[in-house]
């Protein structure tokens, strides 16, 4: 299994920390964001990449702000990497 790797999302906005992501998962041609950036579609791309795919991460859908949604998506990952 590989090491995933995920940004904390704490003291980030949303377009920083998704930049990351993006430079982090370059060969994977996520979007780049911006304020106008629906983060739930975005999401939604960052989990469809290869490496999630499999791994059960949590998708946006029944989170209210990104943050929420990016500490789950760490955490998942954390006990993923164990």
């Known amino acids: ?16 920390w998704a930049a990351l992501m993006v430079e982090l998962y370059a060969t994977q041609n996520l979007s780049i964001p911006t304020p106008d950036t629906d983060w739930k579609q975005w999401a939604e791309g960052l989990k469809a990449i290869d490496v999630f795919t499999t791994e059960g991460i949590p998708g946006p859908a029944p989170f209210n702000n990104w943050q929420d949604w990016a500490q789950e998506l ?9």
């Not at 904390?8 to 906005?13: A, E, K, Q, V």
């Not at 760490?74 to 164990?82: E, K, S, Y």
Request: charged share 10%; net charge negative; aromatic share 12%.
């Open 74 to 82: 760490m955490n998942a990952v954390n006990t993923i990497n164990l």
């Open 1 to 16: 299994m590989a090491n995933i790797l995920i940004y904390d999302p704490r003291y980030h906005t949303f377009e920083s």
